[in-house]
């Protein structure tokens, strides 16, 4: 059933004839459940719906013994007044049982949206998103979402401030960490995945919690990959890279969305009607509510200098489409000027306070406000979340380079060495808001030690720190293999973590160059949060295993890659360049009237003191066998194109190879990218055998927006079936008028 007031009504029409309660009547019903509420509420109840808050006393909640009388307690005064819509942070199972049942002893018994950041960790810590979109798997997405609802819910929250769903360009900006790549159509497939596992088919079932699709929009465009910085953007590019991933969490039903912090065009997201009315409520039949980002509100006063806080703030940001302020508090200080005043009508208070409302009805919360955690704890297959979490480390590291030395055959004596190879810390990475207190975390030293690897660990080196040499010649020594931790620590990727170098730290060429005069094979396992440069790691380290922030269980799920247990699975969902001066790095990036390809010519569009090419497309990633491809061909089947190709595993081990489809359209009205993925397909090809594999992409997915319309052109088009973003055969093929 689709969440969407479309879908929602769609889904019900279909369902008449077997439902015993027509569903179109469960939409008549939540909407005259909101407008008797709505017409019962004073004017500060409707404000109250509209704020977000921390409450600070009430984090004492969680800790304090809880049959303490409270009654004179002036927070949970406020949350039985109704103050309050909404509570950010983990409240605690008991914690947040109190809050609901104060709110619910209110006049009107409005019980209360309690959200927090559980991005890729709830109890068990999944790997990063960026980790997780090199799986290409939207059914894993899903699955971590169902797994992250359901202990949410034990945590005291019923939303989560996730998907993030920011195509991110620039390697230099920190959250690229947080995000699902580089690419439209997969972030597409990716993030209204784990909008379905959060929200579940039923969102009132008492085991599904809200989805936030956020930050609304263009955030990852940033000038210069700085956070927080101002985005400039043509309309065909929004519609084309950065707003297909939100159309798709909204026609998934995805109950919020919050708005950016940065300005867009020179307008705040916070206060944008453009974007957050016209666009997302318009075009895309976004019903539910939208909520902003920690204080930008405020900051539309204080930062950006286009309002002054309170009533103008309040009516800025309300009139363009916000319905919801996260903390910071212009709409309960200066709504009722602005209403006074005639600069925000009683309707628009009233349409943000039903947008509330219907989240509240579509989740159940009025019909059960409270969680019997003890009886939801019993239900949950924590073992299986755990091993959910390693297959997904699995699935997310990249095998990015390898001349034989891996897998680690049996009986090898490995040394391992750097910091980041013992540390629990920086396998969670960013944004791990989870609860360590009673889940397995590992190690990449335990997960190779629990996989049978006779391994010896020293320390050696820190990634941005000091090394001690005589120590790495003495483990390599005494190895027949050294593993190598590099990249960097969790702390540079995530919120406000952007910088001007994504090369490696000096000390870490220096241990690579101090181990490959030791005589040893390296292989190289590069943990991070972003893409990095890595022209030295890819020239002189025998293997390179990209692990990102592999979460609670990569310990073992990196090993189980090293050794083999587990076949290399992940493809670049980003470019890595050759160097910081080349961000922001796409493979889709727009063509030149002087194309860099193929490389060399002179008059060309590239850098004199480095290759154009990325030492790891998108795309990349090899496996522990080899495949050929032959026989690349197109066809139009109907209002598919259909691509096929025959695929050989011509090594001596099973796999799966990634088939990716990339198109360009020859004859635009405006300039296209030089390729654009347009399908994909992952098949599982045993030794010596050959597949074909065919993959239909719809000749609707083939348009670009123009002029605020999509077009699908008929003319020639390039095509490439390929490992990868710079790989495969040209095609060419024609649509037809
Ligand atoms: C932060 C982030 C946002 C997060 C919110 C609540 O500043 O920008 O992603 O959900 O505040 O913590």
């Known amino acids: 059933m689709e969440m969407s007031r479309k879908g929602f009504v769609c889904g019900a029409a279909a369902l008449i004839i077997c439902a015993a309660r027509p569903l179109v009547a469960a939409v008549a019903d939540v909407d005259a459940r909101i407008d008797a509420l709505l017409a019962q509420m004073t004017l500060e109840e409707k404000i109250g719906q509209l704020w977000q808050t921390n409450g600070k006393p009430s984090q004492a909640i969680e800790a304090e013994d809880l049959s303490k009388d409270r009654s004179g307690d002036r927070f949970l005064a406020d949350v039985r007044a109704g103050r309050y819509g909404s509570l950010i942070g983990r409240r605690g199972a008991d914690g947040y049982n109190l809050l609901q049942r104060t709110a619910m002893e209110g006049r009107l018994g409005i019980p209360l949206l309690i959200g927090h950041d559980l991005i890729h960790s709830a109890r068990t810590c999944f790997p990063i998103p960026l980790a997780l979109s090199c799986s290409w798997e939207p059914e894993l997405w899903r699955r971590i979402g169902e797994a992250i609802a359901v202990e949410a819910l034990t945590l005291g929250c019923n939303w989560t401030f996730t998907p993030m769903s920011d195509i991110s360009p620039d390697a230099r900006w920190g959250r690229i960490a947080e995000g699902p790549g580089q690419d439209p159509y997969l972030a597409s497939l990716l993030v209204p995945a784990m909008v379905k596992g959060l929200q579940g088919d039923d969102p009132a079932d008492g085991r599904h919690i809200a989805a936030c699709a956020k930050h609304y929009i263009g955030y990852g465009a940033s000038t210069g990959g700085l956070d927080y910085y101002a985005v400039e953007m043509a309309d065909g590019t929004l519609r084309d890279v950065y707003l297909p991933p939100f159309r798709a969490a909204v026609d998934a039903g995805v109950a919020t969305v919050m708005p950016a912090f940065h300005s867009f065009n020179g307008v705040p997201c916070s206060m944008n009607r453009y974007l957050l009315t016209d666009i997302l409520r ?51 200080k200066g709504l009722k000027a602005a209403l006074a005043s005639g600069r925000v009508k009683i309707e ?10 219907r989240v509240k009805f ?25 091993a959910l979490s390693r297959e997904a480390a699995r699935k997310s590291a990249v095998l990015l380079k390898n001349d034989g030395v891996l897998p680690l055959r049996p009986g090898l004596k490995v040394a391992l060495v750097g910091d980041v190879a013992d540390s629990v810390r920086e396998m969670r990475g960013c944004w791990e808001h989870g609860d360590m207190s009673n889940i397995t975390n590992t190690t990449l030293l335990a997960g190779l030690r629990a996989d049978g690897v006779d391994v010896t660990y020293s320390s050696c080196y820190k990634l941005d720190g000091a090394r001690n040499e ?3 010649r003495a483990a390599a020594a005494d190895a027949d293999v050294v593993v190598a931790a590099f990249g960097e620590y969790w ?7 952007s910088v001007t170098r994504i090369e490696f730290a000096p000390v870490q060429l220096k241990v690579l160059e101090t181990l490959k005069r030791a005589g040893r094979p390296v292989v190289a396992v590069v943990f991070g949060g972003r893409p990095l440069a890595l022209p030295e790691l890819d020239r002189e380290a025998n293997a390179v295993l990209m692990a990102w922030n592999p979460g609670g269980a990569g310990g073992w799920g990196v090993a189980d890659v090293l050794t083999g247990l587990a076949e290399p699975y992940g493809r670049l969902t980003v470019d890595f360049p050759n160097a910081t001066g080349e961000c922001p790095k796409v493979y889709n990036r727009m063509t030149t009237g002087r194309p860099s390809e193929p490389a060399g010519a002179r008059w060309s569009t590239h850098y004199m003191d480095i290759p154009f090419t990325s030492v ?7 496996t522990y066998t080899t495949f050929d491809y032959a026989g690349e061909r197109v066809h139009a089947d109907g209002d598919d194109m259909v691509f096929s190709v025959d695929v050989k595993n011509t090594g001596d081990r099973a796999g799966s190879e990634v088939v990716q489809v990339y198109v360009r359209d020859v004859v635009a009205a405006t300039v296209r990218p030089r390729r654009e993925l347009k399908g994909y397909a992952r098949v599982w090809i045993e030794p010596g055998e050959t597949k074909t594999v065919q993959i239909r992409v719809p000749k609707a997915r083939l348009g670009y927006w123009v ?27 024609r649509l037809a008028e």
């Not at 002029?707 to 093929?733: C, M, N, Q």
């Open 348 to 357: 628009t208070v009233d349409n943000a306070v039903r947008n509330i409302l």
């Open 491 to 497: 702390g540079r990727s995530g919120e406000n973590r």
């Open 616 to 622: 790891y497309p998108f795309g990349w990633g090899l």
């Open 707 to 733: 002029d605020g319309s999509y077009r699908v052109e008929a003319g020639e088009f390039k095509a490439w079936i390929a490992p990868h973003s710079d790989g495969g055969r040209e095609l060419t093929f």
């Open 362 to 386: 579509r989740f159940g919360l009025f019909d059960h406000p409270t969680v019997d955690v003890a009886a939801l704890e019993r239900t949950i297959d924590f073992p299986a979340h755990l």
């Open 470 to 472: 005589a120590a790495l």
């Open 282 to 332: 318009g075009e895309l039949g976004f019903d539910g509510l939208t909520i902003s980002d920690y204080q930008a509100v405020d900051e539309m006063a204080t930062g950006h200098g286009v309002a002054e806080r309170g009533a103008d703030a309040a009516a800025k940001a309300l009139n363009a489409g916000m319905d919801m302020e996260m903390i910071s508090d212009n709409y309960e």
